[in-house]
């Protein structure tokens, strides 16, 4: 077996009377709840300090380590536990990271019955349950922070809202959208005699680069031309017949013939 890591996240499927009981505990003590499963669980199995292997049951067992702040360092299996920890790799280790490390085991009939248990926990559906899930410390953590800090932008951002005001931030917006539609403009005798190109339309329209053009535009999802047409009422055609050169004409007036 390796070792575990610490960031391991374990789930149990529980009756709902033990849910309920769980949270019980973890409202009186104000703990949350995979606190509570993990000291039930270890003050409800045998357990014994690293240092006092000895005293450990010569049978087939599977055994975890874990620290007084129920840190877990190890699972294993053994054939016979004690005989197993009398030789253990990492029993210097154990004894490093804290003098207090214990060993709690789940003593099994046979050596049979662990590969049975391990045969059956590998069968186990591998769907994720949608009820009773239990999340690690580290995990509830990281998403109280993560929901403090979506709480606190909301916060400022609805504030921001109601200091301007909603109505009014609403005409604000609405006035900074460009134009859609005819608008009214006024064409000079040349501009309907002769044409006018794209960039001298614009401008009467509030466009005085090509950039601003073509970003309001793209706020209607439409090309350039077809924008300008849209609100000038004129027609984009070229110049001459062959010609890549364009201009907006009047809908009743024909471009220049070659």
């Known amino acids: 077996m390796t070792e575990t890591s610490k960031n391991t996240a374990v789930t149990f499927r529980c009756p709902s009377e033990v849910i309920d009981s769980i949270d ?98 590998q069968a186990e559906s591998e769907s994720t349950p949608t009820e009773n899930i239990l999340v690690t410390t580290g995990q509830l953590n990281e998403l109280r922070q993560e929901l403090y800090a979506l709480k606190r932008q909301f916060d400022i951002t609805f504030s921001s809202l109601s200091a301007i005001g909603l109505e009014n931030l609403i005409s604000r917006l609405e006035t900074l959208k460009p134009p859609k539609g005819k608008q009214d403009w006024t064409p000079t005798p040349e501009d309907r005699r002769e044409g006018i190109v794209r960039s001298n339309l614009g401008k009467h329209f509030g466009f005085n680069t090509t950039t601003d053009l073509e970003n309001a535009a793209s706020f209607y999802n439409k090309e350039p031309d077809q924008y300008l047409e849209e609100l000038s009422g004129w027609q984009c055609k070229p110049i001459e017949q062959g010609s890549h050169r364009t201009r907006f004409y009047p809908p009743s007036t024909a471009q220049n013939k070659p």
């Open 24 to 121: 019980k505990q973890a409202k009186t003590t104000k703990q949350n709840r995979t606190d509570v499963l993990v000291d039930l669980i270890l003050g409800s199995i045998p357990n014994v300090k690293v240092i006092e292997r000895s005293k450990l049951p010569p049978s087939p067992a599977i055994y975890i380590v874990f620290t007084p702040d129920k840190k877990l360092l190890y699972i294993g299996q053994a054939d016979n536990l004690q005989k197993r920890w009398n030789s253990h790799h990492k029993y210097q280790h154990f004894i490093e990271t804290d003098l207090d490390c214990r060993i709690g085991y789940f003593t099994l009939n046979s050596v049979e019955n662990i590969n049975e248990l391990i045969e059956e926990f």
